[in-house]
């Protein structure tokens, strides 16, 4: 339990929330309940503190995602560590690890754009009904930023109604007798998987017209 706690602190501090948010988000997201003195304690132990001429979280985080855009794939922590020091942002090597940790967990896709939003932060702007603030937070505690909570509490029988009513996707993306014979048609023509989106499209038409004469 208390190295998941950890986890968690490390995670929303790297996020860039301040105290108040993390022990809020804990409470409310985690179910994990702290005192401001006790996270305190943590944070100082584990060196969670905000330093002087250390480049902003969500500009590393930017910066991340700028150079996985680029290359295609995302490298280890070390390698992106360099690149942060070649471009002039300063970071710790253990917040780049854990930053890649929650943007690449499986080492292969940034698939966690919505996290890095979530945690970013809305800038004030004159225009009084556009909110301000870090997303989750406003959405998990908006009495923080004295709105009304618009969320609604929904019944654990209901949320099993509609995944019972629902029909989720499968690994085959069409009738499985179809996707059989599509397979053994690939095999025997020699037809390669595509690699985008027009030879998809183009393997598409030719596998319709192929069965099309089949059926003749």
């Given at each position: 339990?208390?190295?998941?706690?950890l986890h968690?602190?490390?995670?929303y501090f790297?996020?860039?929330?301040?105290?108040?948010?993390i022990l809020?988000s804990l409470?409310?997201?985690?179910?994990?309940n702290?005192?401001r003195?006790?996270?305190?304690?943590?944070?100082y132990a584990?060196?969670?503190y905000?330093?002087?001429n250390?480049?902003?979280?969500?500009?590393?985080?930017?910066f991340?995602?700028?150079?996985h855009?680029?290359s295609?794939?995302?490298?280890?922590?070390r390698w992106?560590?360099?690149?942060l020091?070649?471009?002039?942002?300063?970071?710790?090597?253990e917040?780049?690890?854990?930053?890649?940790?929650?943007?690449d967990?499986?080492g292969?896709e940034?698939?966690s754009?919505?996290?890095?939003?979530d945690?970013h932060?809305i800038?004030?702007?004159?225009n009084?009904?556009?909110?301000s603030g870090?997303?989750i937070v406003?959405?998990?505690?908006?009495?923080?930023?004295?709105?009304?909570?618009?969320?609604t509490l929904i019944?654990?029988?209901?949320?099993?109604?509609c995944?019972?009513?629902?029909?989720?996707?499968?690994?085959i993306?069409?009738?499985e007798d179809?996707y059989?014979?599509?397979?053994?048609?690939m095999?025997e023509?020699?037809?390669?998987?595509p690699t985008?989106?027009?030879?998809a499209?183009?393997?598409?038409?030719?596998?319709?017209?192929?069965?099309?004469?089949?059926?003749?």
């Amino acid at each position: 339990m208390a190295e998941y706690r950890l986890h968690l602190i490390k995670k929303y501090f790297l996020t860039g929330m301040k105290q108040g948010e993390i022990l809020q988000s804990l409470s409310e997201r985690n179910g994990i309940n702290l005192s401001r003195r006790q996270l305190q304690n943590i944070m100082y132990a584990e060196n969670l503190y905000k330093r002087r001429n250390w480049a902003d979280i969500m500009t590393v985080v930017e910066f991340i995602m700028e150079e996985h855009i680029g290359s295609g794939s995302l490298h280890g922590y070390r390698w992106m560590y360099q690149k942060l020091k070649q471009n002039g942002l300063k970071s710790r090597k253990e917040e780049v690890r854990l930053l890649m940790s929650i943007l690449d967990p499986e080492g292969d896709e940034l698939d966690s754009v919505t996290e890095v939003w979530d945690n970013h932060i809305i800038r004030p702007t004159t225009n009084q009904h556009v909110p301000s603030g870090r997303p989750i937070v406003m959405f998990s505690a908006p009495e923080l930023y004295n709105v009304q909570d618009y969320k609604t509490l929904i019944e654990n029988n209901q949320i099993l109604i509609c995944r019972e009513e629902t029909m989720f996707r499968k690994a085959i993306p069409c009738d499985e007798d179809i996707y059989d014979i599509c397979m053994l048609l690939m095999i025997e023509n020699a037809m390669q998987y595509p690699t985008d989106a027009y030879k998809a499209l183009d393997l598409y038409l030719e596998l319709r017209e192929t069965i099309l004469e089949i059926l003749r």
